[in-house]
Structure formats: C-alpha cells, structure tokens
C-alpha cells in the first residue's frame, strides 16, 4: 500500500527556520516526482513544486522559487520542505503528494500525505 | 503560468441534483493535461478524474470528466450526501503546474 506520511504539526516564530518531512512507503520512491501544495486558511490549493528523489532534481513555481527548498533523502525514502525565515505569511497547511507516472515529471496526485499545519505568529 | 478558473464559485443543490462545474483555462492545456480533486473538510485532497475523463481507483461512475483545450467540466450525476465537499481542478500540461480555486458544492 502506498503511504506518504508527514511530520507532525510546528509552531514557530517569524524569523525561525523549519524543515517538514514526508515518507513515502509501498512504492519505488526513488522514481517517483513528490510535488508539496500548500493550503493557506479557508483557500485554495496551490502548487509550490516537485522534486524527484532518484537526482533531486526541482522545479519550482515562481511563487515559491526562492522562499522554500525542497530536498529529498531516497536512503530514507524522505522528502523535505524547508524554510530560512518564517513569516506569518508562511502560515498554513502543508501537504506532500506522488506523481502519478513511474519516472515522469508531469502529471496528477495520485497520493497525498495527510498534511502538516505549520502557524507561524509571535 | 497557467491560470485556471473555476465557476461558480459556490454550488447549492439538494441531494439527488446533477452538478456541473466547470474550469476554464488561460490557454489551451490539449486534450488530456487536466485533473479533478475532491476536498472535503479536515482532510487531504482526493484524486477524482484524470486525463480528463479517466475515473481514479474507487471512484464512482456518477462521477465524469470531460472538455478539451480551454474549457473542462465535472459533472456529478446524481448527487449524494458525501459528495457535498470543494473540488479542485489541476493541469499538468506545463511546469509549473496550477490548481484552480475551488467549487464548494453545499446542500441546498
């Protein structure tokens, strides 16, 4: 069974760095693109970016180039997103997900990780 | 960037209705590059309808996806209880990818 589960929940202050974690199980995670959404209180989804484990190669959207890292461990089957400064702004629901095709870059969510709420306020 | 644009924003029909929401793209996304998700409330996103008329794994046949180039509809046959939720569209026809900004589907 495929499985992508994430770290728990992060209170931070503006200004703090974070790092959340999604583990992927039941598949080759390796070959697999892992994208990250993020969900802002009471909106939409939006599309952050995907990295694919096997070279950790990325590709990020506009929006979020710049503001996030996204990195992977494929010995630990693992992917990371990863803040330097924090801001209130940053609050809100964080989710991974697989691509849907062995290899591919382009694609649907065929699963998603249960999502980590991070809340960033002083 | 892609920018996809869901209508109507907000849907109130009563169980047993047909619901027909539509995601209208900036430019063309071909014939397949657009996917449909269901959110319902506390929850993680759920694959619908890919490619775009393909029904995920479990996904009920009252379920059904169609459109090519600009403009995509989901239309749900007849609508029962646990279909009252936010659904997204998403295409996957370029990098970065995009999501539209949601149909809530209420009870009426």
């Known amino acids: 069974e495929v499985q992508l589960v994430q770290s728990g929940g992060e209170v931070k202050k503006p200004g703090d760095s974070l790092k959340i974690s999604c583990k992927g199980s039941?598949?080759?995670?390796?070959?697999?693109?892992i994208g990250w959404v993020r969900q802002m209180p009471g909106k939409g989804l939006e599309w952050m970016g995907i990295?694919?484990?096997?070279?950790?190669?990325?590709k990020y959207s506009p929006s979020f180039q710049g503001q996030v890292t996204m990195s992977a461990d494929k010995s630990i089957s693992t992917a990371y997103l990863q803040w330097r400064g924090l801001k209130a702004s940053d609050t809100a629901i964080y989710y991974c997900?697989?691509?849907?095709?062995?290899?591919?870059?382009?694609?649907?969510?065929?699963?998603w990780g249960q999502g980590t709420r991070v809340t960033v306020s002083s | 960037e892609i920018v996809l644009t869901q209508s109507p924003g907000t849907l109130s029909l009563s169980p047993g209705d047909r619901a027909t929401l539509s995601c209208r793209a900036s430019?063309?996304?071909?014939?397949?590059?657009l996917a449909w998700y269901q959110q319902k409330p506390g929850q993680a996103p759920r694959l619908l309808i890919y490619g775009p008329s393909s029904r995920a794994t479990g996904i009920p046949d009252r379920f059904s996806g169609s459109g090519s180039g600009t403009d995509f509809t989901l239309t749900i046959g007849r609508l029962e209880p646990e279909d009252f939720a936010v659904y997204y569209c998403q295409q996957y026809y370029t990098s970065p990818g995009s999501f539209g900004g949601g149909t809530k589907v209420e009870i009426k």
């Open positions: 997900a697989r691509l849907a095709l062995y290899d591919f870059w382009s694609g649907y969510f065929t699963y």
């Open positions: 039941g598949y080759s995670f390796t070959n697999y693109w």
């Open positions: 990295i694919y484990p096997g070279d950790s190669d990325t």
């Open positions: 430019q063309s996304i071909g014939s397949s590059s």
